[in-house]
């Protein structure tokens, strides 16, 4: 058993503290300790304060990957952003917001939806608010916190606009209903640029190969024996890839979008 004095000197006051920061406390050894006649010598140490600085405002906020996209059908959008600290510590929570009113988000009011502070490190959620609206402009920012609990400046609000409702919709039983209107010389894409577009929802995924038209002049052969007249925008794959085909002095064309589009969500497609 032994006994240790310990004497410290006055404390002198070196800085003040910023209630916005966050301090790292670390012990710096500046010499040795060493046995005398068995007993323990204690030597100075020094004292080091590092600062955390809190995280930046959230970056490149993105609704379904578009920066403020204006025509949304989708009602439960993934919302994201880019987390950003000056000491490069990583995201330990987020706030987000939803308002249907830009005053009240200016306030710092989610009167849609307030995840209120989650501990989580993902930087994107799926909209679980209240019930959006067609035709209707909402505004949205997020802040985080990090490592230590510090939390950060909310982000610039961002936007997304829903869609308008649609006046008119047919449902076609994907094997061989069509609707067809009158030819004018206007559909004729033969050396002149077109564009096809079209809003589809598709009610489920189609496993297989056979091609289902969305908006065409002239029908396509499924067998592939006469695709010099067809002109339009199909569903071409397993997994609802949409192509577009044109045919330009007697030879086809086409190209396949890179994935497909989900079902039972209303989806802008086009073909330029």
């Known amino acids: 058993m032994f006994v240790s004095k310990v004497t410290c000197t006055s404390a002198s006051k070196v800085g003040t503290v910023n209630t916005k920061l966050s301090y790292i406390l670390g012990v710096q050894i500046l010499g040795k300790g060493k046995s005398q006649n068995n007993t323990v010598v204690f030597v100075p140490c020094s004292v080091t304060l590092g600062i955390n600085n ?3 405002e ?3 906020l993105l609704c379904n990957g578009i920066s403020n996209p204006i025509i949304l059908f989708d009602f439960t959008p993934d919302l994201s952003w880019r987390f950003s600290d000056p000491e490069s510590n990583s995201q330990l929570a987020y706030q987000l917001l939803v308002s249907d009113n830009e005053s009240e988000i200016n306030n710092n009011n989610g009167n849609l939806w307030d995840t209120n502070k989650v501990n989580s490190s993902v ?3 799926k909209y679980a608010g209240n019930n959006l609206e067609y035709s209707k402009t909402y505004f949205w920012k997020v802040r985080t916190w990090d490592t230590y609990n510090l939390p950060g400046p909310y982000s610039t609000v961002a936007t997304f606009t829903m869609a308008s409702k649609p006046d008119y919709g047919i449902h076609f039983d994907g094997i061989n209903d069509y609707v067809e209107i009158p030819d004018t010389p206007g559909l004729d894409s033969q050396n002149t640029a077109v564009t ?3 809003y589809v929802k598709y009610d489920k995924v189609y496993n297989d190969w ?8 002239d029908r396509y ?3 592939g024996n006469n695709w010099t007249r067809f002109h339009g925008l199909y569903q071409d794959s397993p997994d ?3 192509a577009f085909g044109l045919v330009i002095g007697g030879i086809y064309y086409k190209i396949v979008s890179d994935i497909g589009i989900s079902s039972n969500v209303w989806t802008h497609v086009a073909g330029v």
């Open 123 to 125: 930087n994107s959620v």
């Open 54 to 56: 809190p995280p930046r």
């Open 58 to 60: 959230p970056q490149n």
């Open 210 to 217: 056979i091609p289902r038209g969305i908006v065409s002049k």
């Open 240 to 242: 609802n890839r949409i």
């Open 221 to 223: 052969d499924y067998n």
């Open 196 to 198: 096809i577009e079209a």
